[in-house]
């Protein structure tokens, strides 16, 4: 099965750094899906939620406040201007990473009108992991 790496960078280093099956983004213009040999594009993100499906068939989640992807056939790199992850070991950490994304959240809550989705989709990821 052909891989895409995935990288996802912050202002304050490297969120993400592997290899996986496909990865979802919320481009300016809606959500869109990439696989491998996905031809080549730049385009605004919007806030959102980033899905990521990995080899095992899991999906880890990624919140967003803006950004931009670059795509070719063999990667692709998220730029964002802030981040949270939903992941973790323990409910401890997972409520940490929810609350980190509840303040990205509120910080960009005027601006965009998608934040009631991106809360409900973390909130899922979140049960997910539980």
């Avoid at 080899?55 to 692709?76: R, Y």
């Avoid at 802030?82 to 960009?108: C, F, M, T, W, Y």
């Amino acid at each position: 099965m052909d891989k895409l790496k995935l990288e996802i960078l912050t202002p304050n280093g490297e969120i993400f750094n592997d290899v996986v099956v496909s990865v979802t983004l919320p481009g300016e213009e809606g959500e869109f899906g990439v696989l491998p040999h996905h031809a080549s594009l730049t385009t605004l993100l919007d806030a959102g939620v980033i899905d990521i499906e990995k080899d095992d068939k899991t999906v880890e989640s990624i919140l967003i406040n803006w950004g931009v992807v670059q795509v070719d056939e063999a990667k692709a790199i998220v730029l964002v201007e802030g981040a949270v992850a939903i992941r973790g070991d323990s409910e401890s950490a997972v409520a940490n990473a929810l609350e980190d994304a509840k303040q990205l959240i509120s910080d960009i809550a005027d601006s965009n009108p998608a934040i009631a989705s991106a809360t409900a989709r973390i909130e899922s990821a979140a049960k997910r992991l539980l």
